[in-house]
Protein backbone atom coordinates (compact mmCIF):
# COMPACT_ATOMS: atom_id res chain seq x y z
CA UNK A 1 0.00 0.00 0.00
CA UNK A 2 1.39 3.37 -0.94
CA UNK A 3 2.19 5.80 1.25
CA UNK A 4 -1.08 8.40 1.48
CA UNK A 5 -0.33 11.90 0.67
CA UNK A 6 -3.57 13.88 1.00
CA UNK A 7 -1.79 16.89 -1.16
CA UNK A 8 -1.10 14.01 -3.77
CA UNK A 9 -4.72 12.72 -3.74
CA UNK A 10 -6.46 16.15 -4.26
CA UNK A 11 -4.09 16.17 -7.47
CA UNK A 12 -5.05 13.00 -8.46
CA UNK A 13 -8.85 14.00 -7.99
CA UNK A 14 -8.09 17.41 -10.01
CA UNK A 15 -6.78 15.60 -12.90
CA UNK A 16 -9.37 13.10 -13.05
CA UNK A 17 -12.23 15.65 -12.98
CA UNK A 18 -10.71 17.69 -15.81
CA UNK A 19 -10.28 14.42 -18.47
CA UNK A 20 -13.94 14.13 -17.99
CA UNK A 21 -14.67 17.44 -18.84
CA UNK A 22 -11.82 18.06 -21.28
CA UNK A 23 -10.13 20.96 -19.55
CA UNK A 24 -7.10 21.77 -21.57
CA UNK A 25 -4.10 22.13 -19.09
CA UNK A 26 -3.62 25.77 -18.95
CA UNK A 27 -7.59 26.17 -17.61
CA UNK A 28 -6.76 24.42 -14.12
CA UNK A 29 -3.01 24.25 -13.90
CA UNK A 30 -2.53 26.92 -11.89
CA UNK A 31 -5.22 25.47 -9.51
CA UNK A 32 -2.53 22.96 -8.72
CA UNK A 33 -0.46 24.76 -6.86
CA UNK A 34 -0.81 26.93 -3.53
CA UNK A 35 -0.72 30.97 -3.97
CA UNK A 36 1.21 31.02 -1.29
CA UNK A 37 2.79 28.79 1.91
CA UNK A 38 3.65 30.23 5.16
CA UNK A 39 5.42 28.59 7.93
CA UNK A 40 6.06 30.26 11.20
CA UNK A 41 8.15 29.29 14.50
CA UNK A 42 6.26 30.10 17.43
CA UNK A 43 8.13 30.79 20.86
CA UNK A 44 5.77 30.60 24.05
CA UNK A 45 6.81 31.32 27.40
CA UNK A 46 5.41 28.20 29.15
CA UNK A 47 4.10 28.76 33.07
CA UNK A 48 7.21 27.34 34.12
CA UNK A 49 9.10 30.13 32.83
CA UNK A 50 10.58 27.80 30.00
CA UNK A 51 10.61 28.50 26.36
CA UNK A 52 8.85 26.12 24.07
CA UNK A 53 9.24 26.84 19.79
CA UNK A 54 6.34 25.45 17.88
CA UNK A 55 6.06 25.11 14.12
CA UNK A 56 2.51 26.64 12.50
CA UNK A 57 1.58 27.05 8.91
CA UNK A 58 -1.14 29.36 6.95
CA UNK A 59 -1.90 28.02 3.38
CA UNK A 60 -3.62 30.21 1.26
CA UNK A 61 -4.73 27.64 -1.56
CA UNK A 62 -6.39 30.33 -3.79
CA UNK A 63 -8.35 34.04 -3.96
CA UNK A 64 -9.66 33.85 -7.57
CA UNK A 65 -13.19 33.86 -6.63
CA UNK A 66 -12.56 35.81 -3.40
CA UNK A 67 -10.54 36.12 0.17
CA UNK A 68 -9.41 32.75 1.15
CA UNK A 69 -11.11 30.87 3.90
CA UNK A 70 -9.99 28.22 6.17
CA UNK A 71 -10.19 26.33 9.82
CA UNK A 72 -6.85 26.59 12.12
CA UNK A 73 -6.50 23.05 13.72
CA UNK A 74 -4.54 22.28 16.36
CA UNK A 75 -2.75 18.64 16.40
CA UNK A 76 0.92 17.47 17.10
CA UNK A 77 0.65 15.49 13.54
CA UNK A 78 0.05 17.77 11.00
CA UNK A 79 2.16 18.71 8.22
CA UNK A 80 2.28 20.90 5.40
CA UNK A 81 1.48 18.02 3.45
CA UNK A 82 -1.92 17.76 5.15
CA UNK A 83 -2.13 21.98 5.31
CA UNK A 84 -1.83 22.46 1.51
CA UNK A 85 -4.89 19.63 1.09
CA UNK A 86 -7.25 20.88 3.93
CA UNK A 87 -6.68 24.21 1.89
CA UNK A 88 -7.14 23.32 -1.85
CA UNK A 89 -10.21 21.12 -0.48
CA UNK A 90 -11.96 24.40 1.08
CA UNK A 91 -11.59 26.15 -2.06
CA UNK A 92 -13.30 23.20 -4.47
CA UNK A 93 -16.17 23.23 -1.29
CA UNK A 94 -16.27 27.07 -1.41
CA UNK A 95 -16.81 26.71 -5.16
CA UNK A 96 -19.37 23.42 -4.72
CA UNK A 97 -21.46 25.75 -2.72
CA UNK A 98 -20.81 28.67 -4.89
CA UNK A 99 -20.45 30.86 -1.85
CA UNK A 100 -17.41 33.90 -3.31
CA UNK A 101 -14.59 32.58 -1.35
CA UNK A 102 -11.38 30.57 -2.02
CA UNK A 103 -9.67 28.48 0.16
CA UNK A 104 -7.07 28.74 2.98
CA UNK A 105 -6.09 26.85 5.86
CA UNK A 106 -4.22 27.02 9.06
CA UNK A 107 -2.32 24.28 11.61
CA UNK A 108 0.14 24.41 14.55
CA UNK A 109 1.52 21.39 15.64
CA UNK A 110 0.36 21.11 19.20
CA UNK A 111 -1.59 18.86 21.67
CA UNK A 112 -3.87 21.21 23.36
CA UNK A 113 -4.19 18.72 26.54
CA UNK A 114 -0.69 18.86 27.23
CA UNK A 115 -0.35 23.04 27.97
CA UNK A 116 -2.35 25.08 30.26
CA UNK A 117 -4.61 27.13 28.79
CA UNK A 118 -3.09 30.51 29.75
CA UNK A 119 -0.02 28.87 27.62
CA UNK A 120 -2.78 28.04 24.53
CA UNK A 121 -4.33 31.43 25.07
CA UNK A 122 -0.16 33.00 24.42
CA UNK A 123 0.78 30.60 21.76
CA UNK A 124 -2.81 31.65 19.64
CA UNK A 125 -2.00 35.28 19.92
CA UNK A 126 1.99 34.59 19.16
CA UNK A 127 0.64 32.53 16.02
CA UNK A 128 -1.74 35.49 15.01
CA UNK A 129 0.92 37.75 15.13
CA UNK A 130 3.21 35.70 12.91
CA UNK A 131 0.04 35.28 10.16
CA UNK A 132 -0.95 39.11 10.51
CA UNK A 133 0.87 39.91 7.14
CA UNK A 134 -1.41 37.02 5.34
CA UNK A 135 -5.01 37.65 7.40
CA UNK A 136 -7.73 39.70 7.62
CA UNK A 137 -11.46 40.05 6.28
CA UNK A 138 -10.80 41.26 3.04
CA UNK A 139 -8.11 38.69 2.14
CA UNK A 140 -8.12 35.05 4.34
CA UNK A 141 -10.59 34.22 7.21
CA UNK A 142 -9.32 31.75 9.27
CA UNK A 143 -12.71 29.76 11.65
CA UNK A 144 -11.79 26.82 14.08
CA UNK A 145 -11.41 23.45 13.36
CA UNK A 146 -9.86 20.50 15.03
CA UNK A 147 -9.41 21.16 18.64
CA UNK A 148 -9.93 24.99 18.25
CA UNK A 149 -13.27 26.82 19.01
CA UNK A 150 -14.99 29.95 19.46
CA UNK A 151 -13.21 30.91 22.54
CA UNK A 152 -9.46 30.39 20.36
CA UNK A 153 -11.33 32.33 17.84
CA UNK A 154 -12.06 35.16 20.10
CA UNK A 155 -8.44 35.13 20.89
CA UNK A 156 -7.26 35.70 16.95
CA UNK A 157 -10.25 38.75 16.41
CA UNK A 158 -8.74 40.43 19.56
CA UNK A 159 -5.15 39.80 18.80
CA UNK A 160 -5.72 41.25 15.65
CA UNK A 161 -7.92 44.27 16.33
CA UNK A 162 -5.62 45.15 19.16
CA UNK A 163 -2.91 45.41 15.85
CA UNK A 164 -5.02 47.86 13.95
CA UNK A 165 -6.28 49.87 16.74
CA UNK A 166 -9.78 49.00 16.29
CA UNK A 167 -12.23 46.13 16.47
CA UNK A 168 -12.46 43.81 13.41
CA UNK A 169 -14.85 41.63 13.63
CA UNK A 170 -14.96 39.86 10.41
CA UNK A 171 -11.14 38.91 10.66
CA UNK A 172 -12.60 35.32 11.72
CA UNK A 173 -15.64 33.54 11.70
CA UNK A 174 -16.40 30.97 14.36
CA UNK A 175 -16.34 33.12 17.14
CA UNK A 176 -18.77 33.57 20.04
CA UNK A 177 -21.82 35.54 19.39
CA UNK A 178 -21.41 37.80 21.70
CA UNK A 179 -18.25 39.44 19.88
CA UNK A 180 -19.91 38.97 15.95
CA UNK A 181 -20.43 35.44 16.03
CA UNK A 182 -23.28 34.14 13.83
CA UNK A 183 -26.03 32.18 15.68
CA UNK A 184 -25.88 28.09 14.03
CA UNK A 185 -22.18 28.31 13.43
CA UNK A 186 -21.46 25.71 15.71
CA UNK A 187 -23.53 23.43 14.40
CA UNK A 188 -23.14 24.57 10.49
CA UNK A 189 -21.06 21.26 9.85
CA UNK A 190 -23.32 18.72 11.65
CA UNK A 191 -26.86 20.19 9.95
CA UNK A 192 -25.45 20.53 6.66
CA UNK A 193 -23.98 16.76 7.11
CA UNK A 194 -27.95 15.67 8.19
CA UNK A 195 -29.59 17.66 5.48
CA UNK A 196 -27.32 15.98 2.75
CA UNK A 197 -27.87 12.57 4.29
CA UNK A 198 -31.05 13.16 3.94
CA UNK A 199 -31.16 14.30 0.38
CA UNK A 200 -29.06 11.05 -1.02
CA UNK A 201 -31.25 8.84 1.05
CA UNK A 202 -34.77 10.65 -0.59
CA UNK A 203 -32.82 10.32 -3.94
CA UNK A 204 -32.13 6.74 -3.94
CA UNK A 205 -35.58 5.87 -2.47
CA UNK A 206 -34.57 4.94 0.97
CA UNK A 207 -36.91 6.31 3.69
CA UNK A 208 -35.04 8.11 6.29
CA UNK A 209 -37.06 6.75 9.30
CA UNK A 210 -35.64 3.57 11.04
CA UNK A 211 -32.53 3.91 8.21
CA UNK A 212 -30.03 2.76 10.20
CA UNK A 213 -26.21 4.85 10.37
CA UNK A 214 -22.83 4.81 12.28
CA UNK A 215 -21.22 7.52 13.18
CA UNK A 216 -17.30 8.05 13.44
CA UNK A 217 -16.54 10.98 15.91
CA UNK A 218 -18.72 12.64 18.21
CA UNK A 219 -17.82 16.47 18.18
CA UNK A 220 -18.72 19.52 16.44
CA UNK A 221 -19.60 17.51 13.07
CA UNK A 222 -20.47 13.89 13.92
CA UNK A 223 -21.82 14.52 17.48
CA UNK A 224 -24.41 17.44 15.72
CA UNK A 225 -25.16 15.24 13.19
CA UNK A 226 -26.17 11.83 15.33
CA UNK A 227 -28.25 14.52 17.34
CA UNK A 228 -29.75 15.75 14.48
CA UNK A 229 -30.46 12.70 12.47
CA UNK A 230 -31.69 10.27 16.21
CA UNK A 231 -34.04 13.32 15.66
CA UNK A 232 -35.30 12.63 12.13
CA UNK A 233 -35.96 8.84 12.94
CA UNK A 234 -32.89 7.68 12.03
CA UNK A 235 -31.61 4.18 13.97
CA UNK A 236 -27.86 5.87 14.91
CA UNK A 237 -26.15 2.17 15.39
CA UNK A 238 -22.55 3.52 16.49
CA UNK A 239 -20.81 6.58 17.33
CA UNK A 240 -17.56 6.76 18.14
CA UNK A 241 -14.80 9.32 19.73
CA UNK A 242 -11.02 9.43 20.00
CA UNK A 243 -11.60 6.76 23.19
CA UNK A 244 -13.06 4.10 21.08
CA UNK A 245 -16.93 3.73 19.93
CA UNK A 246 -20.36 2.08 20.84
CA UNK A 247 -22.82 -0.23 19.01
CA UNK A 248 -26.43 -1.02 19.25
CA UNK A 249 -28.12 -2.51 15.85
CA UNK A 250 -31.35 -1.75 17.43
CA UNK A 251 -29.90 1.68 17.64
CA UNK A 252 -28.45 4.09 20.83
CA UNK A 253 -29.77 5.89 22.86
CA UNK A 254 -28.41 9.29 21.66
CA UNK A 255 -29.77 12.15 23.40
CA UNK A 256 -28.37 10.67 26.85
CA UNK A 257 -24.85 9.87 25.39
CA UNK A 258 -24.15 12.87 23.46
CA UNK A 259 -25.14 14.48 26.89
CA UNK A 260 -22.64 12.72 28.78
CA UNK A 261 -20.32 13.32 25.95
CA UNK A 262 -20.84 17.38 25.76
CA UNK A 263 -20.29 17.06 29.39
CA UNK A 264 -16.77 15.94 29.06
CA UNK A 265 -17.34 12.29 29.12
CA UNK A 266 -15.44 9.91 26.67
CA UNK A 267 -17.35 7.21 25.54
CA UNK A 268 -15.14 4.26 26.80
CA UNK A 269 -16.46 5.80 30.42
CA UNK A 270 -20.06 5.65 29.18
CA UNK A 271 -22.14 2.95 31.34
CA UNK A 272 -25.71 3.95 31.15
CA UNK A 273 -27.23 1.66 28.06
CA UNK A 274 -27.30 -1.04 26.04
CA UNK A 275 -24.50 -1.69 23.74
CA UNK A 276 -20.85 -3.15 22.90
CA UNK A 277 -17.80 -1.62 22.99
CA UNK A 278 -16.20 -1.39 19.44
CA UNK A 279 -13.24 -0.40 17.63
CA UNK A 280 -12.91 2.09 15.20
CA UNK A 281 -12.18 -0.42 11.89
CA UNK A 282 -15.28 -2.44 14.00
CA UNK A 283 -17.27 1.05 13.76
CA UNK A 284 -16.25 1.54 9.83
CA UNK A 285 -17.14 -1.71 8.95
CA UNK A 286 -20.39 -2.97 11.21
CA UNK A 287 -23.66 -3.54 8.93
CA UNK A 288 -25.61 -0.56 8.42
CA UNK A 289 -26.91 1.25 5.20
CA UNK A 290 -24.91 4.76 6.08
CA UNK A 291 -21.54 5.52 7.38
CA UNK A 292 -20.65 8.73 8.47
CA UNK A 293 -16.88 9.52 8.74
CA UNK A 294 -16.50 12.61 10.97
CA UNK A 295 -13.47 12.57 12.42
CA UNK A 296 -10.02 12.92 10.66
CA UNK A 297 -8.82 12.52 7.13
CA UNK A 298 -7.07 8.99 5.76
CA UNK A 299 -9.21 6.75 7.47
CA UNK A 300 -10.80 4.70 4.65
CA UNK A 301 -8.36 3.29 2.87
CA UNK A 302 -7.96 -0.01 0.53
CA UNK A 303 -7.89 -2.31 3.23
CA UNK A 304 -10.45 -1.11 5.10
CA UNK A 305 -12.76 -0.07 1.68
CA UNK A 306 -13.32 -4.05 1.12
CA UNK A 307 -14.87 -4.90 4.05
CA UNK A 308 -17.51 -1.65 4.45
CA UNK A 309 -21.13 -2.70 4.54
CA UNK A 310 -22.32 0.67 4.39
CA UNK A 311 -24.44 1.63 0.67
CA UNK A 312 -24.01 5.05 1.18
CA UNK A 313 -21.02 7.07 2.54
CA UNK A 314 -21.46 10.80 3.63
CA UNK A 315 -18.18 12.13 4.21
CA UNK A 316 -18.65 14.42 7.46
CA UNK A 317 -14.54 14.73 7.16
CA UNK A 318 -12.19 16.36 5.31
CA UNK A 319 -10.49 13.39 2.88
CA UNK A 320 -11.16 10.56 4.78
CA UNK A 321 -11.70 8.26 1.85
CA UNK A 322 -7.91 7.67 -0.23
CA UNK A 323 -8.38 7.26 -4.06
CA UNK A 324 -7.65 3.89 -4.16
CA UNK A 325 -10.44 3.02 -1.31
CA UNK A 326 -12.89 5.49 -3.09
CA UNK A 327 -12.16 3.28 -6.45
CA UNK A 328 -12.76 -0.03 -4.41
CA UNK A 329 -16.31 1.58 -3.11
CA UNK A 330 -17.57 2.61 -6.28
CA UNK A 331 -16.44 -0.76 -7.38
CA UNK A 332 -18.66 -2.53 -5.11
CA UNK A 333 -21.90 0.28 -5.86
CA UNK A 334 -21.73 2.44 -2.79
CA UNK A 335 -22.12 5.96 -3.36
CA UNK A 336 -19.98 8.28 -1.99
CA UNK A 337 -21.01 12.06 -1.09
CA UNK A 338 -18.02 13.84 -0.82
CA UNK A 339 -16.74 16.05 0.96
CA UNK A 340 -16.48 19.20 -0.06
CA UNK A 341 -20.14 18.36 -0.57
CA UNK A 342 -21.62 17.00 2.63
CA UNK A 343 -19.24 18.99 5.44
CA UNK A 344 -19.74 22.30 3.39
CA UNK A 345 -22.45 23.72 5.86
CA UNK A 346 -19.74 25.06 8.33
CA UNK A 347 -18.40 27.52 5.58
CA UNK A 348 -20.99 28.21 4.18
CA UNK A 349 -22.84 29.61 7.76
CA UNK A 350 -19.07 31.10 8.32
CA UNK A 351 -19.94 33.03 5.12
CA UNK A 352 -23.21 33.70 6.57
CA UNK A 353 -21.13 35.43 9.97
CA UNK A 354 -18.81 37.51 7.46
CA UNK A 355 -21.26 38.95 5.70
CA UNK A 356 -23.19 40.01 8.86
CA UNK A 357 -20.21 41.16 10.39
CA UNK A 358 -19.06 43.62 7.11
CA UNK A 359 -22.47 44.97 6.99
CA UNK A 360 -23.14 45.30 10.72
CA UNK A 361 -25.97 43.73 10.59
CA UNK A 362 -27.76 40.12 12.52
CA UNK A 363 -29.87 37.33 11.20
CA UNK A 364 -31.74 34.98 13.61
CA UNK A 365 -31.61 31.13 13.72
CA UNK A 366 -34.55 30.72 11.25
CA UNK A 367 -32.87 32.53 8.85
CA UNK A 368 -29.50 31.11 9.27
CA UNK A 369 -30.70 27.35 8.73
CA UNK A 370 -33.45 28.47 6.41
CA UNK A 371 -30.81 29.84 3.95
CA UNK A 372 -27.94 26.61 5.07
CA UNK A 373 -30.89 24.47 3.45
CA UNK A 374 -31.50 26.63 0.52
CA UNK A 375 -27.76 26.40 -0.73
CA UNK A 376 -26.95 22.90 0.24
CA UNK A 377 -29.69 21.68 -1.48
CA UNK A 378 -28.91 24.00 -4.61
CA UNK A 379 -25.31 22.51 -4.36
CA UNK A 380 -26.52 18.75 -4.00
CA UNK A 381 -29.13 19.38 -7.12
CA UNK A 382 -26.32 20.61 -9.21
CA UNK A 383 -23.80 17.96 -8.16
CA UNK A 384 -26.69 15.18 -8.85
CA UNK A 385 -27.00 16.61 -12.70
CA UNK A 386 -23.37 16.57 -13.15
CA UNK A 387 -22.97 13.26 -12.30
CA UNK A 388 -25.43 11.79 -14.43
CA UNK A 389 -24.81 14.03 -17.38
CA UNK A 390 -21.12 12.88 -16.91
CA UNK A 391 -21.83 9.10 -16.20
CA UNK A 392 -19.69 10.22 -13.22
CA UNK A 393 -19.48 9.15 -9.28
CA UNK A 394 -20.72 12.05 -6.68
CA UNK A 395 -17.39 13.01 -6.51
CA UNK A 396 -16.55 13.78 -9.69
CA UNK A 397 -19.89 15.67 -10.15
CA UNK A 398 -18.58 17.52 -7.44
CA UNK A 399 -14.94 18.21 -8.46
CA UNK A 400 -16.36 19.03 -12.00
CA UNK A 401 -18.82 21.55 -10.42
CA UNK A 402 -16.00 23.01 -8.58
CA UNK A 403 -13.48 22.94 -11.34
CA UNK A 404 -15.61 24.37 -13.99
CA UNK A 405 -16.12 27.59 -11.70
CA UNK A 406 -12.68 27.96 -10.96
CA UNK A 407 -11.50 27.99 -14.29
CA UNK A 408 -14.22 29.90 -15.59
CA UNK A 409 -13.01 32.83 -12.66
CA UNK A 410 -9.61 32.23 -13.81
CA UNK A 411 -9.94 32.49 -17.31
CA UNK A 412 -11.87 36.10 -16.78
CA UNK A 413 -9.57 37.05 -14.71
CA UNK A 414 -6.52 36.58 -16.76
CA UNK A 415 -3.02 35.83 -15.68
CA UNK A 416 -1.60 38.61 -13.71
CA UNK A 417 0.80 40.72 -15.30
Excluded at 215 to 222: D, M, P, R, Y
Excluded at 267 to 273: I, K, M, R, V
Excluded at 370 to 392: P, Y
Aim: net charge negative.
Amino acid sequence: MKVYNPYDNFLETIETAAGILGLEKSDYEAIKYPERELKVAIPVEMDDGSVKVFEGYRVQHSSTRGPCKGGIRYHPDVDIDEVKALAAWMTFKCAVVNIPYGGGKGAVGVDPNEVSKKELRRLTRRYTAMILPLIGPEKDIPAPDINTDAEVMGWIMDTYSMFKGYTVSGVVTGKPVGIGGSVGRSTATGRGVMLITKEILHRMGTPVHDTSVAIQGAGKVGGTAARLLHKEGMKVVALSDVSGGVFNKNGLDIPKIMDFVEGGGLLSDYENGDFEYVSNEELLTCDTHVLIPAAMENQINEELAVKIKAKVIVEGANGPTTVEADKILNHKGAVVVPDILANAGGVVVSYFEWVQNIQSLTWDFDEVNRTLEKIMIRAFNEVWEKMHAKGSTMRMGAYMVALERLADAKRIRGIFP
